[in-house]
């Protein structure tokens, strides 16, 4: 099969692109718009659907995954044209080509599309609630999936983070070894995602020819935590030296209502593809180390 990666540029689909690296069964096309340096990447935008079109035709495309998104939260409240344009009409776009070719889309998705008011782990058949443009918009783009008539998985997933791009591990790991004290919110709780897990995840499934098994699934590492219970930890990896005052989320003015509660229950994604998840804590530390072998 040939497998079209988009947004593979961004932190998921790097983690993918290393997953695969050292070849697989099928064949993996990378594309995005942004460019990395000494990275082949072909050029696709996912919101230009004539684009992407002939790009499934002439690369023969039989699967999509799609990481492209407008991924900043803050910045999407006053920006809804593109957050939309990017959430939901790039899905649409990819949906609506799978359908006409016979394709199977994989999309990702967030825990953003609920609202935080769920006092347990979140279930995929639990209410959605978003309270943000961002979680809106890709909900949205859920609800464009679904409505297309192609074969699809969606993964929602949550506080994702790789050694790639700006994420909460990276300005945790830099600001802890930079400053005396800074302070994090304690009232926040949810399980990280090392991107490198999930994109196991997802190599699994193709390659292990589960791509039949369609729906929604609940992916994030096991565990839980709070921001300031990741922030002492990816400090303690780290041998930094930092005080971590914990501190309530309305300390911090925001845009956006963030749930306080953010846990997605899992069971359904192992028990339907038959795989284990490794718990937040040792996955920080497999990341952390990562990033120490890039800085060297
Ligand atoms: N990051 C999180 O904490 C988090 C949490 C839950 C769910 N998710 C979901 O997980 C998925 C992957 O997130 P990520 O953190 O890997 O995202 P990311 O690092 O921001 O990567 C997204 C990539 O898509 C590219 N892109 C932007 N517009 C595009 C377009 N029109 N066509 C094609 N590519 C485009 C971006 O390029 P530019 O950099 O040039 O814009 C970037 O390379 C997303 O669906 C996101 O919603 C993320």
Avoid at 13 to 42: K, M, Q
Avoid at 187 to 212: F, M, N
Avoid at 269 to 276: D, H, L, N
Wanted: glycine share 8%; proline share 4%.
């Amino acid at each position: 099969m040939n497998i079209l990666v988009t947004g593979a540029n961004g932190q998921l689909g790097t983690a993918l692109r290393r997953e695969v690296r050292g070849g697989v069964g099928n064949r993996y096309i990378f594309s995005d718009i942004s460019s990395l340096p000494g990275v082949d990447t072909l050029y696709l935008d996912i919101t230009d659907k004539t684009a992407v079109s002939l790009v499934c035709e002439s690369e023969k495309v039989d699967v999509v995954v799609n990481c492209a998104a407008y991924v900043d939260v803050e910045k999407a409240e006053s920006d809804l044209a593109m957050a939309s344009l990017l959430n939901e009409g790039g899905p649409a776009n990819l949906a609506a080509v799978c359908a006409e070719r016979g394709a199977t889309l994989v999309h990702i998705s967030t825990d953003y599309v609920f609202g935080g008011d769920i006092p347990r782990p979140i279930k995929e058949s639990d209410p959605v609630s978003p309270t943000g443009v961002y979680g809106a918009t890709k909900l949205q783009g859920e609800r464009a999936v679904l409505s297309s008539g192609c074969r699809y998985i969606i993964f929602r997933t949550a506080w994702l983070y790789s050694p790639w791009g700006k994420n909460f591990v990276k300005t945790m790991r830099t600001l802890t070894a930079q400053r005396r004290s800074i302070s994090v919110v304690f009232d926040q709780v949810g399980s990280p995602t090392y991107a490198a897990d999930l994109a196991a995840c997802i190599v699994h499934v193709i390659e292990s020819g589960q791509l039949d098994k369609q729906g929604i699934y609940h992916y994030s590492n096991e565990g839980v935590c709070s921001w300031y219970d990741f922030a002492c930890a990816i400090r303690d990896i780290a041998g930094n030296k930092c005080d971590i005052r914990p501190c309530h989320s309305d300390e911090y003015p925001s845009k956006v209502k963030r749930p306080s509660y953010s846990v997605l229950d899992k069971t359904l994604v192992k028990k339907s593809f038959g795989i284990t998840i490794p718990h937040w804590h040792s996955s920080l530390k497999a990341c952390m180390a990562q990033i120490d072998k890039l800085c060297k």
